[in-house]
């Protein structure tokens, strides 16, 4: 599972083949300080930009044959020659970075997908590549995997983003549920909070579950490695669910019973609900 910041990525567990973890490390590099070039630090937007910029600039680099010198990038570039990865998932990370440096928040459901469609799913169809799987079938599941662990995500850290000024959960949902933006912690709309939150789980979870049968689909360690992805997606959103929704006291996560419970889902049929 995801580890620090780039939460959805799968860095290089024990169940990953041994000739995989170079790439699978420098990829993760690569999204891990991109996404801390966005986010972390005391950068002006200007200065994250422009950080970013040369990012971007290393990827047109790497395509002509000629990568920086830095070893993160010098790798990034050794692992996209070796596995043949394709170079339009890094740029799609890379314009997700530039849009969490302007856009704080998001009026409509198909708006935050598009984000995530660049921020996290490229991170599956590049797992599928470097495993010689990545069929229209499996892309789409692995889409939907990933877009689900990313809102998984934001339902996890309401709280954090909250002081970061960023909203994620869509401002149509807010209106619908009655939510006033500025006030998503008043005591006074709890019950509301509550409606809105089992609505997010909900419509997350049928989209995870949608996606899931590629977890099934695929053999040996990488069917393996999905199903405790996405066992531990659902676990968190049971999390949520057991807290009552209440994330701002309470972040949810997975402790050692809970990832015990994940491992035995993961060895039993594909969850239908």
Known sequence: MAVDHY?????????????????????????????????????????????????????????LGSPPPEPMFRNLAAAIAAHDLPLKPFH???SAFRQDVTVTRYQRYDELLDYCERSANPVGLLMLHLYGAATPDNVRDSDAICTALQLINFWQDVAVDQQKER????????????ISPAHLHDPAARGKWRALMRFEVERTR????????????????????????VHGGLRILEAIEEVDY???????VLRRADWLKVFWRALRPLPLE
Not at 167 to 178: C, M, S, T, V
Request: glycine share 6%.
């Open 246 to 252: 209440d994330v701002f006291r309470r972040r949810p």
């Open 7 to 63: 939460e959805n990525f799968p860095v290089a567990s024990l169940l990953m083949p041994r000739r995989l973890v170079p790439a699978v490390q420098a990829i993760y590099a690569f999204a891990r300080g991109a996404d801390d070039v966005a986010d972390e630090g005391d950068a002006t937007p200007s200065q994250r930009l422009a950080a970013l910029g040369e990012y971007e600039a290393a990827l047109v680099h790497i395509e």
């Open 92 to 94: 799609d990370l890379l």
């Open 167 to 178: 909203i994620y959960i869509p401002l149509d949902d807010l209106a619908r549920f009655a």
């Open 206 to 229: 049928a989209l995870m579950l949608s996606g899931a049968p590629l977890a099934w689909r695929l053999p040996g360690r990488i069917g393996l490695e999905l199903r405790l992805i």
